[in-house]
């Protein structure tokens, strides 16, 4: 089966769309599929540069296409549409609205992804018209909150066999055989100590003031912040230094491939959303969002304390994660201090998220969206 990827995150990039984008190229070629991923711009980039980027193990085909930013991506999407044409692929599989609408209309069978509420002059419009066009397609929608919101939102017409809810997925195979924490933190040359990881974005809305106070407030945990750009590094290091807080260590880019061993070197792992959250391309995605990183905390077995958002109790509950208030240090400090006092607790928490993680694999996801068409 040939599968035509058709995406306009930028390739390489540390973003969590251009990451979930090449997980799930992967994941289509693991089952069996031939896949081609098509990306705008016009780099050239060896799959042994992309490989570690994005912590990748079975190569797909990547082609870059250049494109007009003042046609706001439409001449990528009929380029890339007519490439998908040109191999013959028995299916496109897409993020980008306007690339499913043109690819229903010359009679490919099409999957697109809805990640969040449709943007622009005219998303909902080519929303609309993939869910309400003939031909075989199938909308593969991140979660139980998005679909509900879009359809009510939108007016959304479509049969409920044409959609799938696809939370995000991990690489369990990535999360096998880690060391425990003591360990991990020797291989990384870190101090030995209690510590809780943060891995991610510092966008608005997640949580990073309150990591801040949580530091302050817990001098003898030691707080692992992994991911970032240069410049939100460098501000809150400089925030962290200034306020006299030394208990915070700042990675920078970590490799996909390498993330796994830092979030093993935490006993506590920490997902502090605000009520608003911002995405890498910007809206509040607080009630619809699927986090990667979610994911890979269950895999890694360790407990997990995260923000009390109604969408992420369709993957968390109480028996894999502790809840707290968002943006409530109180809520926060009394639930890390309940851990510190109960290892025990922590341990059980750590080993029912790592027995969750074995249902959000990628491989699983994609043979869930598939499903029908292969």
């Known amino acids: 089966m040939k599968i035509a990827c058709v995406s306009t995150s930028r390739v390489p990039s540390s973003t969590a769309n251009s990451i979930q984008v090449m997980k799930v190229c992967q994941s289509l ?27 990748l193990t079975t190569p797909f085909e990547v082609s870059w296409i250049a494109s007009a930013a003042a046609l706001k991506r439409y001449d990528f999407a009929f380029k890339a549409v007519n490439h998908a044409r040109k191999m013959k692929a028995d299916l496109l599989y897409t993020w980008l609205p306007q690339a499913s609408v043109l690819g229903l209309g010359s009679g490919m069978p099409a ?3 809805v990640h969040e509420r449709p943007t622009g002059r005219l998303g909902p419009w080519l929303l609309r018209q993939t869910a ?30 044409d959609v799938v809810i696809a939370p995000n997925g991990v690489d369990l195979e990535r999360y096998l055989d880690l060391p425990e924490p003591s360990e991990a933190r020797r291989q990384l040359g870190m101090d030995e100590k209690v510590t809780a990881v943060y891995a991610g974005h510092f966008y608005p809305g997640r949580g990073m003031d309150l990591l801040v106070d949580l530091a302050r407030a817990f001098p003898a945990v030691q707080f692992l912040w992994v991911g970032g750009n240069e410049q939100s590094v460098a501000f809150w290091r400089e925030r962290t230094t200034t306020a006299g807080i030394g208990n915070v260590t700042l990675t920078g880019f970590v490799e996909n491939r390498r993330l796994p061993l830092y979030q093993a070197a935490g006993e506590m792992l920490l997902m502090p959303y605000e009520r608003s959250v911002s995405g890498s391309s910007g809206g509040n995605t607080a009630d619809i969002c699927s986090p990667m990183k979610m994911f890979e905390y269950l895999a890694c077995g360790r407990a997990i304390l995260s923000s009390d958002l109604p969408v992420l109790h369709e993957i968390l509950n109480d028996q894999n994660a502790v809840f707290c208030t968002p943006e409530d240090l109180d809520s926060w400090r009394t639930a890390i201090e309940t851990l510190l006092n109960d290892p025990g607790r922590m341990r059980r928490l750590g080993q029912t998220a790592r027995e969750d993680a074995a249902r959000y694999t990628w491989h699983c996801r994609a043979e869930l969206v598939l499903a029908g068409f292969i």
């Open 29 to 55: 070629a693991q089952t069996g599929a031939e896949v081609h991923l098509c990306v705008p711009g016009s780099a050239r980039i060896p799959w042994s540069d992309l490989s570690p980027y994005y912590g």
């Open 111 to 113: 999957v697109l992804e």
């Open 132 to 161: 309400e066009m003939t031909g075989r397609k199938r909308l593969a929608v991140i979660t139980h909150a998005l679909y509900n919101a879009i359809v009510k939102e939108l007016n959304l017409r479509i049969s409920p066999q």
